[in-house]
Nanobody, 120 residues
């Protein structure tokens, strides 16, 4: 089985920065795309950013120029650097990964979620 474990959430003032991490472990053969989603209270989950195994990135318009997604393939880890944070960024953030396991079974796995709160 495969597990994704997140870290790095917390409280921050508007204009501040946070970095989220998400490490995959288990019976992993390879990882294709990885990404970050967020869900604010009372709202639907939305895409924040994605990154391919080769490092190509894609961002939601609301975070372009402020957030940066990256990955360390040797550590099976994806990161989200969040700068110039706004109150509307407040949400539970979830990572995901498209994983092929040792039996070549491919599935999308999700992290447990971490709270990011932007408030003065």
């Amino acid at each position: 089985q495969v597990q994704l474990v997140q870290s790095g959430g917390g409280l921050v003032q508007p204009g501040g920065s946070l970095r989220l991490s998400c490490a995959a472990s288990g019976t992993i053969f390879s990882i294709n795309d990885m990404g970050w989603y967020r869900q604010a209270a009372g709202k639907e989950r939305e895409l924040v950013a994605t990154i391919t195994s080769g490092g190509s990135t894609n961002y939601a318009d609301s975070v372009k120029g402020r957030f940066t997604i990256s990955r360390d393939n040797a550590k099976n880890t994806v990161y989200l650097q969040m700068n110039t944070l706004k109150p509307e960024d407040t949400a539970v953030y979830y990572c995901n990964a498209d994983v092929k396991d040792w039996l070549l079974y491919e599935a999308v796995y999700w992290g447990q979620g971490t709270q990011v709160t932007v408030s003065s």
